[in-house]
Structures are given as structure tokens and as C-alpha cells.
């Protein structure tokens, strides 16, 4: 459903440039590797190019790492892309919501990158006051 | 269903001494509050408490982090007590496993859960192949 | 004069969820325990659950650092907040506007928290070019 | 062509105190020594205290740093006021726009360091996607 | 035996003030959680708060830390506390004097805690030139 | 009200020397810069020569930093000095007090530098007790 | 009592050999510098070398630290070891269980070092839910 | 002689998966190339992807890394690997042993790993006693 | 115009290995992909195995680095190859020298890239003493 | 000329033990190895002893560290002592002095070395005001 | 075979003095005890003085660590010098050579090292062009 | 005696450039205000900009630091500077070659720097093997 889309070989796509104006950018699923060729700049495709420009114009930049449990390469690659200023968010389902279906837990989660992006999602479902648990 | 259960201010429990013998523990879920207690020895109450004797007596811990997105704080204390020998799994779903319904989900979460401990799962669905994405 | 307020008991409050909109947040003043909380992600209560939020949503948050002198353990708080997004602004008076009363001070302090998030304080004092010290 | 401009010692100018609103701040070129009064808050005139002001008031930073090539103690510096918020912008050449003149240069890096700042220069060069480079 | 002695709940006391004026402090036992309170400025009881002013003043502050084996976090919170300003001591028994019962031991790490405040304590057993182990 | 005072270029003076016996030096107010200068040794003046000094002979140094809000910038460099030896204290009024002045502001802050350097000030207020914010 | 006993000079012994297979070791008591070779690597005899091996082959190392109380040195290097996979213990006595004699002190923390290596020792005191202090 | 033989690109393979119980795995020879897609995440074959699955696992991972000298590179990935768990392994000959071919170093070589991953290997020649050279 | 050149992919050519002399290496224009390569050891061709060879052999590896601005992965990454001995020179133009023509510009940095791995230059236009801007 | 001497293999004088009052320790001169050894606490003399019981006791220990020039490897050894509460003393000739004779230069230093421990040196010549070199 | 060797003991000699020059030193095989000697600047022999006058004169230092597998201590004391100067150098036999006896394995490790201090080896074998592995 | 002087404001004198071809420099004597403007690049005359070019050249810069005592302050800045490529020589007598006059003293040390920067002294005295002092 996307408007446009490229293949990772296409480096020299728009979007793989600063001038090209965006609001953000959003890698969902982010696999370790993804992560780790953001972190450290090592990444040879569309996608890893892109998201360096991201934090080169100092736009936001959101990453759904997936990868689980975490060793402590993860988490210092994690770590070292948040200094750079993105947002790691592991896509862990919101239970205290109380989803029916996998494909609430799915939209929930896409809802909540997208606010974090100021994109506004009509009718993403919002915490009331319930209690914590631990 | 448990066998045994305590009150978070019960500090006097078993399980609050090392000299009581135990396979790990597991925190499910883990709020950053209880990480980051852990982390920095900061706990008052009989989980932290427990948490701290498995990492004392060299047992395997497993804290199951909900929160997202991380901050750096979260970040750092994810490190800090990975460092100290925990393993820190975000309960992310298994979503190339195409879980049908929420239940399997967070069944399956437990299951690896359960795995990293080296308690066998009858019936723990197990990734067979698929080619993962980006 | 508040619109609303609450106990730092109420954990399951509005603006203990990054799903409530605020353009950020203000701790006046805060305490070095406070700090060390939010620096940490310690904390237990609504103040510090709120300021994580604020925190994890990238949104600014500001801490009126009351204690003085500062030890080590001050500092690496401070500078671990501050790391993680927030700034901490010790409410020290602007001597050089030569205030004439106390409340001119708390007034003027005030005036540049808000100013910090954006908000328009009309009549705030500002400094016209006064040579400063050492 | 400037509106107004100051002295390196006028130190008690408008643009040294945070109150006076401005969009940012470049500094262009920027020496070494520059950088380094404002990465380690040793400056002694106008220029390093509007700096370290912009900072203060989390604005956007540029610093076109001219050095070349680097030692350890440029890169710490450069590190440094990164990580306080700047942003770090050597005047390298776009080559691969394939200027014809030195003034095409000057100008494409000045369009640069604007639109960094969020002001909108009419006749930019732009990327079009071509192959970067090894 | 104390001559005034205070609840942790009472945060007002005297001692939780620079202003009055101490010798020093001794916590005795000191657990990990109160050491890591002070380490890292998360407490919320007279103790901690007396703590830290003993430290804001660079005043002595003894504790005697009770917890072992350690886990890297207690000796992160024990490195953080001596970085700054505090003095850590086990309360390992000084087995080379051959104690002849329990008051001994209790009675020899009391004094030699004394002992590093400057407070003169009669009778103190001495250690006069016995060969290490190892 | 001074019994002997140096310019700024008087780098020969007294002071400038370990030789000549002090009991400590406060620098009040001590701005960013002059902070910076002691942390990083790049003073150039007799105040920064002295500091520096003062910090060689292992005697008190009280920097009272008015800058704020604080950059990483200053944090760092605050923890330097702290490190160091010296003891950075904020000029931030004791409202707890409840001042009535400005003047009462002031004195009171000289007063407790004075009291961390051991001098006694002659009906200098002290807290008695009343119940710290958050 | 023991089995098999070494000089320190023979360097040449089994257990200086990983290909040697042993459960672990204890090193009871430990001086700072024992501990200090083992974190650096200095050590010169068979102990420190057969510490060296136990930790090259990642098996279990027992430190029973007796100095107190800790400076910044010993800190480090217990620092360290325990990072290398270590275990460092002091030997505080467990005074809840209330000990009746220096005996039951010893016999208590070799029990306890001797449970961290896997050893089953008969009838060892074992914490049966008193009250922590502070 | 293998089993099972897998290509570098077929990600999708059974060892691919944590779920897969191993004992263990050993890379030999290890370039520096592996070693660091390793210690930073960065890999994108099935070596380096089993590589990750088995430290997330907690099983151990040996790294038979032949490149020399050795830089600050090198260095840190084997330093980070280490701290992952990982067990860095220099294929260096045992001369002490005087082997009498070549095949006996490589013989002798894998037996020493397959001893670090608790695989018995019968005739491994072990080291009974001499003096190690400086 | 060059003697001798290779394809990226074969890794196997003379200037793959150490024993091959050499008087140091270029890398011109340099990526940050390359940058990064070279700093964390994970490149897979023959120019981030050359530069590798390099560091190994001490001898002189130059970068220029020509992305522009730089976030703080490119940062740390210029940092490490510094540590391990290379010469970061991003190709900023020498514009004090009023060059007339973008020629001018690319000669003067290839002759200064030179000039640092000692090969002399003829014609190298080199700086007199005029004043360097702020 | 000392009233009490020992051999450095008298591990056991009184010097060696805490319970012995001293005002503080001298070592001069303190050669790189002697100033390693208190750093890491690696020592095995009676001076390394004693100045370990120094630093234990938060006594003056200054060590007049003769090496020159310095490495990397001296540079972490000072600095790590000096964390650790130590004061490194290079014996350099103060030459603004014009001392006439090489036992002025080795007496001054002696003096200095006296007054950073508070014994008062009579006719220790003191810098008056002369002007220091850049 | 040597023209000059020394023992240990004999601290006095030479080489222990950095005005007798050399064109670097070799130290083969290198013990863990002896490299951290030298990283850590605790060495007690001629070895280890020999070697930390080769680092202070910046001359080349070659360490052939043969020790196997490495543990966190190794690594860091292999950091530490290689910071400090010094080329670690593990004496991995360059198997793609394929090497037909045990004496040319030694002979081309010798050969290498020698190589690294600019001292030409007829008849080493150089590598020409075969593929890596992995 | 020199063939050519600079004042320190003749920033634009020829050994302000890199393209000026020396040896090395020597910085003597070296205050601590000149090693830490080199250290963090904040210098602003002749004096410090020439060293900074002789650190971008790589060639030898050699700083006779007469400060002591030191602070943390000065070794920080001593650690940066040798990290960066320069050395640090304090200028300590070498009393064992037994100096008779404060020239012999001078003479030996400017001997020993020009020593360092590969200049031959005729007459320099050597160390011909004295026992050192502990």
C-alpha cells in the first residue's frame, strides 16, 4: 500500500540523500544486524544509508529491534544509536490493554511508532489509569 | 497455580537467602523500576531482594523488560545488569512463528522463557527455516 | 491554581501514559533523591513515572536542582539525566537583574522554566547587556 | 551584508544572553580552538558565549570545522560538543554535484548549513541519485 | 546505649542537616540497598539523607558493608561511594589476633571503625608484626 | 571591606604561590568560564592560578557556579573540579528558610561557604527540622 | 587435612595446567595482593598461576578477600576479577545466625564458599527468614 | 568427516535458531572479519548468525582468531566478544609439548578447544610439569 | 594513470598482506562506510583489507573522510582509527589560499595527502603567514 | 640519620599495620616500579605495605616519582594513586629559584615534599613573585 | 648464537638504560606474567626494565603473547601496551603457508617479527595472493 | 643563541603551518597552562598552535613539564597529550649519574630531550649501570 518503495541495492534512491526532505524514518522489524549498521555505520543497502542520513539531519529516526533476548553486543549497539539520538522501541505488546487478536497488538504497536513520529493514528487506543503491575 | 507465592514485603522468605537452593527466576513482567532496582542494588522488597541472592549465588536470572520505547536510563541499566549476569528478554512476539491468537503469543514467550532456564516445554513451537527480514 | 492535580500515589494517572499529550514537563523544586529517580529510573511514584514518560517520548523535561554543594554522586546524576534528554537548572538567582525582593527572584526563575518549554511568560525580566563577573 | 554585527569582545551584546530568541546558530569556519572553547566552556569572547548559550537553550549548533587533518584532541573536542548537542560540519566539497567554480562550493556549503537550520534556500543543489564511491 | 537516637521515617532530625555539626558517621551494618541509596542518591529515609550530607560536607562516612559474596553491582555502588568520599569496610574478622570469642571480633571491628573517624578507643588490640598468609 | 586585593593580571602575587600558607579560596561568583579554567588547567589570570594551587596543596576550593541552566558541557567540567578536590556549590537560595530578602539570600549562601571552609559565622541560620519537598 | 599440598615456588605443578581438570578453586584467606595478581596478571608463583588457569578455563574462582577497609586500588582489582568471571567473597561473618564461637564463624564461611563452588557440605547453618537491617 | 555442512548464505538453517539445542560452537579458523561481525552484530551470514544465537543462548562460543599482530581493532572486538561471553582462542602452538609435525600443533589445537566445550578427547597430550620460559 | 590496479573483490592481491612492503596507504574519497569498516575491522574487500594490513604493519594509513556532517557514529569511528594509528583528513578546501579554480582545490589536498605519507610534492602551494580567521 | 629503619623484606614492622599512627608517608625517590606496585596493589615489600596501609587509612602519601620521560603506562599508574588519595611529587628543580648548587635544588625539594605533609620546614625558601615562563 | 645476553637479575646492564640505543627489542615468548609487567609497569627484572625503556625512548617493542585461550585480564593488559607503543604479536603459525615441519613455522614466525622492526629476513616466505578462509 | 624568534603573537609565523618542514618541537620548560592548551586545543598564540601542527604532522612534540605536585587536573591533561602523540618528559635531575653543578643538571636534561627528538649531543653522559633505588 505504500506510495513508493525501493529495493535495498538501490543506494541511490531519493531518499538515500539530506535534500530529501522527510519527517522521519521507521524500520520495523529492525533485526540486530539493521541495528548494528546504524550503530556503528558499517550498513551497505538503501535501507542502512537512509537511516544514517536520518540521524545525519537530525530527524527522527525509530527503530522496532526485534531481536530478543539481548546479549550485551545488542544492547551496546542499542545503546549507541540512542546516543545518536534514534528511539530503539522493541515492539512489545501493550498487554495491559487487553488485546483480542494479534492484529490489535500489531496496529497498536504501528500506532504508537507513528506517534512518536507527531503522525497522528485516529483511533489508537490510549492508556486510562490502570495499575501497574511490579 | 503456583505452589508457593510471597507478598513483595514478605523479605523474610526462603528465597530471599542464597543458602536455599533454586534453578534461577525468572521476573515476568519486568517494569524498568524492577530492572533498574536490580541494576543498582536499589530494591526494597522481596523480588528485588531474590533477584539480587541469584545474581549472588551466580543462578541464572531472566527479567522480561516491558517497557518501550528505552531510554538511555533503561539502556544502561539493560547493560548493567546483563553485565552482572542476568539476561534481559523484552517479551517481543514471535510474529514469523504467525501466531494465530494472543494466548500463543504469550505462550510462547514463556516457553523460551522456560528454555533459557533449561526447563523443557512440551509442544514449544521452534523456528524450522524461514528467512528473516531486512 | 493548578487545573488539576494529583497525588504522587496516583500512579495510574493520565500523564503516567506517553499516550496523554503535554509539551513537557517541569520538577520545581526538585530534590537530589528526585533526580537521582529519574536519572536512575528508580523511582515510585506519579512524579517520577511522569518525568520517565517524558523522558521516553523525547518530550523536554526540566529539574530545578535545589541542592547544594554538590557531591560526586549529584553530579553523575545530573550529567545521566541530562544525557537521557532533560535539563537540569538549578533555580540560582539572577543577581545581575539586581532584584529587589525574593519573590522577584522565585518570579524570574519561574519566568525561565517556562521560557525553556516554549512558553511565552509575558514581562519576564531579560538581560540587556550587563558586563558579568570574573 | 549582515544586519548587525558585534566585536569578538563585545560581550554584554543581545545575542549573549538566552533571553533573546534566535532560530540557531553557525559558526563559519570554525577553528580548532573555537571548537574547543565551546566543546570545553573555556571561551573569552562574544562569539564562544553566544555558543555556549545556544547550547544552554538546546538551539541548533553548526560549527563548520575547518581543521584538517585531525589529531585525538580535535576528534575529542568534536565528539564533545556533539554530544552537548552540536552539530559538527566540515566544509567538504560535494564533488559528485561536479561544481565548475570555488564560488559554487562556498555556496552549496552555506545552503547546506542553512537548511540544517530549517531556513529554506531557494536554488539548492540537490542530490538526484547518483552512485557514491567505494 | 545512644544518647539520642532517631526513626529512618524521621527525615527532620538534626542530622539531616549540614548546618549541624558532626564528627563523621558510621552505618553499622550497612546492607547493599543503603549502600547503593548513598552511592547513588536514591534514598529516602533519615539514614540515607544523613549520609549524604555527611558526604556534602566532606565530612568521614564509614559503612560498614554486610554483603557477600559481591556482585559486580555492590562493587560499582562500593567504587562510586569511595570515589566520593566515603570509606568502605567488611566487617572481616582480624583472625591473625586470634580471637577468643564472638565479642572479640564484634568489640575489634567496632574499634578499628572508631579507629578511622579519630576517635581514640582504650584498649584496642594492635596488630604487632605477625606474617601475612599469601 | 577586603584586607589585601590582586587584579586579575597580578600573576605574580602571593597567592600564585603553594609556599604562601591559605586555608582555602572560594570564587564567588564562579562563572562557566572560570569553572572550565580550573578544571581543565587553561586559566591565564591569578584567580585561576591560585585555584590551581589551592587544588595542588590539597586545600578547600568552593566554586560557587552561577551558570544555568547546565550543558553537558558544565556538568563535565563541575565533575573535573569535583574530582579534583574542589567543591562546587550553586548559589541556590534556602526557601526553606523562608528569606525575607534578598539580602538574607545572599548572606546566607556566603555563610555556608564560609562554614565548608571551617570558618564560624556568628549567627549563620541553620534548618531545624521542617519536611523537604518531593 | 589436605590430599595434596604445593610450595608456592612450584610452578610446575598439575594444577598449573589447564588440561588439569579440577572443580574450581578457593583461595582462603586472600590478600590484596594475591587479588591484585590475579586481576592483572603480575602473579610469580603457583598460586596466582593456578588462579590464572581456573579462570582461562571459565571455572569457578573463589576470592576470599580479607582486607578492610577498601581503597580505590583494592576496588579496581576486585573489579576486575569478578568481570574475568571471579567470585570475590569476603568473610564477613553472618552474625543473624547468631554465632556461638570464632569456630562456627570459619565453619560457616567455608560452608558458604564451598556451596558457591557446588559442594554439598552437611548441616551447614542455612538462613531461615529473620528481618534484614536498615 | 562433518554431518552436516551448511553454506555461509543459507541463514535459514537449523542452527540458525536458539531453539536448536548445541553444546557449543567453535570458528576456526576466526578472521578478524568474523571476529568483529561478531563483537558488533554486524554479521549477515549463517557463521555469524549462529555465532550471535549461541551467546544469546548463554552456550559457549569459541573463537580460534589466527590474525597477527594484532591491532587496537582487533583488540576491542576481542575484548567485546569476551565481555559477550565468547571465549577468545589464539591458535598458538604449545612448543613446550615439542611437537614433532605439523599435524601434531593442529591435532593438539582442537583438542584444547574441544576440551573448553567439555567434549572428552582421548590422547590429548597434556602438560605434566615443566617450567614455563621468562 | 595509476601502475597497478585492483578490483575490490580480489582480496587476494599483493597489497593484501603484510609481507608485501609498502609505503603506507590512501584512501581517497573515503565513506563513511569505509570509515567505519576500517575502524571496526568488519570490511569484506580488498581496500578495507589493505587498510587493515596497514594498521597492522605501522604504517601510514590516511582517510579522507568526506561525509558531511558528521553524526556521532562517525565520530566514534574516526576516533578509533586515530587510536590505532591512522590520519583522519577530511578534504576540507584551503580557501586562506584563494584558490582560483575547483582544480586548484583538489590538487592542493591530494598534494597535502602526500605530503603527510612523506612523498614530496613539487609545487605544493604551502601557507606563508597570513592571519587565520577567529 | 633516621631514628628507625627497616629492610624492605620486614613485612612484618610496626609500618605495616593501620593500628600504628603515623602523620603520613614519603617515598623518595618512588621509582615507576614502586609506584605501579601501590597503584595496583601489587606490592610485596614492606614499603609497598606501608604505603597501601596509607592510603587505607586516609593518611598523606606522596611519592616523589623520578621517571622520565613518561609512557602511557606511568601516566594510568599516577593517575590511578592519585584517585586513590596519593599526591605524585616529580622532583622537579624549581630553577625560578636560582639554586647555586645541586644540594639547594635536592634540599628545596625535601622542604616541599615536608610542607605538603604539614611539618613545618625552617628556611625553606618560597617563591615571592616572579613572573613564570609561557 | 646471541653476541650478548644477560640474566635477569642483571638490572644494571645496558639495555636498562635508554641512552644505550637500539633499534627495538623482541620479547619471545612473551608470559602473561610478562606482559602485564610491562603494561602495568610492575616488572622487577631486566626483561620487563629493558622493555618500559623501549616504550619510553618510543622505540618498537614486540611481545610474541603465547599464552591461549585469553581471559578479560589478557586482553586488557594486550590493550594496555599496545596503547602504550607496543605491537602484540600471538605466534599463530600462518598455516595457508602450508608449512611442512614444525622448524619452518618457527622460522616464519621469527622471520615476521623481525619483518615488523624493519630488519630484513632473506627467504621469508611471503604470501602471494591465496584466498582466506571464512 | 637561536638563529630565529617568534614572539607568541606572531600567529602567522612560518612554524605555524604544516607545510613548514621540522623535526620536532620541543616545549621547554612547559607550564601547565601550555600542556593543557595543547591537550584540549584551546591555545591562542604562536607557542600552542605550533604544537598543535607538529601533533597534525605526526612528528615529534616533547613537553618538559615542570609543574608538581600534580593534580588529577594535570594528569588528565599529561594522559591526553601522550594519547595524542606527544611526550611528556618532567624535567627530573638524574641524580644517580651524580650532577656536581645546577648546569650539569640543565645541560643533561636539554641533552636527554634533544635525546628523544633523534638530535646527537656529543658529550652527553650516559648510564653505564648503577644499581636503581627501590
New interface residues.
Given amino acids: 500500500m505504500a506510495d513508493v518503495s525501493y529495493r ?1 541495492a538501490d ?4 531518499i ?5 526532505r522527510t519527517d522521519g524514518m521507521i ?1 520495523a ?16 543497502n538503501l ?1 542502512t544509508r537512509a537511516a ?1 542520513v536520518t ?4 530527524r ?1 529516526l ?1 527503530l522496532l529491534m ?20 534514534a ?7 501493550a ?1 495491559y490493554l487487553r ?4 492484529d490489535e ?2 496496529g497498536h504497536t504501528a500506532g ?1 511508532a507513528l ?2 513520529l507527531g503522525v497522528d493514528v485516529a483511533g ?1 487506543p ?9
Fill in positions: 535495498p543506494i541511490g534512491a531519493a538515500a540523500s539530506g535534500s530529501f524500520v522489524p529492525c533485526s540486530a544486524r539493521t541495528l548494528s549498521a546504524v550503530a556503528y555505520c558499517t550498513g551497505d535501507l544514517d540521524l545525519k539531519e537530525r527522527p525509530l526485534r531481536e530478543t533476548p539481548l546479549t550485551l553486543g545488542h544492547l551496546r549497539a542499542m545503546t549507541a544509536v540512542t546516543e545518536s539520538g528511539i530503539v522501541m522493541p515492539p512489545v505488546p498487554l488485546p483480542g487478536a494479534v497488538i500489531v504508537r506517534d512518536l489508537l490510549r492508556w486510562g489509569g490502570t495499575e501497574p503491575a511490579n
